[in-house]
C-alpha cells in the first residue's frame, strides 16, 4: 500500500487517513481522542480528496471507514455554536453546513464506486455521510440513530432527507426522524441501509468480496451505470431541497441563540 498524505493543510491531514492499494482507495477519519464526530477539518479534507478523483482515473474503488471506536457520531456541533458566536449573523456557520451538502454530493457523483465499511456508532450526519456511499457494510454490533429533532435540530445536513428516503422508503424514515429511534445493524439490512452485515472481524472479507468483482468489469460502464443510477434515483424530486438544508441548519441555531441572549 502507499501511504497518500490528505490534502491541504496540516489539520486536513490529520483528519483522514488515506492509503492506496492499486486502484482501491482507503480513506479512514482519523478522529482526536474521544470525540468521533465529523468537524470542519474532516469536510474539507474529504471534499478535497473527492474533488481531487476528477484528475484520477486510475482510482475505481473508495472504501470510507474510520479509525475511531465509532464510524462517526455526527456533526460536531460545538464547532456550530463556535462558529456561530464568532459571526452571529449567520453567514459563516451557513458556509460550513454548504461544505456538508458539497461533500455528500462529491461522495455521490464521484466516477469510483464508494464503499462504506461501518462500525459502532453510525449516528446523524455519519448515517449520512454513510448514505451517500454506493456500498455499506455493517458490523453486527453498529447502532444507528437519528438524533437531531431530539437535540432541538432540524434533520438538514449534507441533503441526506433525499437521499435517505430513496434508499430506504419515506414511511420508514419519518417514523426514525420523528421518534430519534435507535435501530440496530439488522433492521438497517431489512430498510436497505446496509447491503451487507458481518461480525466486525469480517467486515475486509465483505469488501473484499464487492472490490474484486469491480475491478475486473469494464471502467466506462460502471461509471455510466453508477451515474444512471444516481440520476433515477433523484428522478421523483421536482425540486432539490438539500440546495436549503445550510438555511435552514443556520437560521435554527441563530434564532436559538439569539433567544438565549435576549433579556428575560
Not at 127 to 140: F, M, P
Request: hydrophobic share 40%.
Amino acid at each position: 500500500m502507499n501511504h497518500t498524505p490528505a490534502p491541504h493543510t496540516a489539520a486536513t491531514r490529520r483528519a483522514v487517513d488515506i492509503e492506496q492499494d492499486g486502484p482501491v482507495l482507503h480513506v479512514r477519519l482519523n478522529p482526536h481522542g474521544d470525540d468521533d464526530t465529523l468537524g470542519i477539518a474532516a469536510l474539507d479534507a474529504l471534499t478535497a480528496l473527492l474533488d481531487s478523483l476528477h484528475d484520477r482515473p486510475d482510482v475505481r474503488v473508495l472504501v470510507l471507514s474510520s479509525l475511531g471506536e465509532d464510524f462517526c457520531l455526527g456533526a460536531d456541533r460545538h464547532e456550530y455554536q463556535s462558529t456561530l458566536a464568532a459571526d452571529p449573523t449567520g453567514a459563516a456557520l451557513r458556509r460550513v453546513a454548504d461544505k456538508a451538502h458539497r461533500l455528500c454530493q462529491a461522495l455521490e457523483t464521484t466516477h469510483a464506486i464508494t464503499i462504506g465499511r461501518l462500525h459502532g456508532g453510525v449516528v446523524g450526519a455519519g448515517l449520512a455521510l454513510a448514505a451517500h456511499c454506493d456500498l455499506r457494510a455493517g458490523a453486527d454490533t453498529c447502532r444507528f440513530r437519528m438524533p437531531e429533532i431530539g437535540v432541538g435540530l432540524p434533520p438538514a445536513w449534507g441533503g441526506a432527507m433525499g437521499r435517505l428516503i430513496s434508499e430506504a422508503g419515506a414511511a420508514r424514515i419519518r417514523e426514525l426522524m420523528l421518534t430519534c429511534n435507535p435501530f440496530d445493524a439488522h433492521t438497517a439490512h431489512r430498510l436497505g441501509l446496509l447491503h451487507e452485515v458481518a461480525p466486525e472481524e469480517q467486515l475486509d472479507r465483505v469488501v473484499g468480496a464487492w472490490t474484486r468483482p469491480l475491478l475486473r468489469r469494464s471502467p466506462e460502464a460502471l461509471v455510466l451505470t453508477k451515474r444512471m443510477l444516481t440520476g433515477f434515483t433523484r428522478a421523483h424530486r421536482t425540486t432539490d431541497a438539500a440546495l436549503l438544508d445550510a438555511h435552514l441548519l443556520t437560521s435554527h441555531l441563530a434564532l436559538g441563540q439569539q433567544r438565549e441572549a435576549a433579556p428575560r
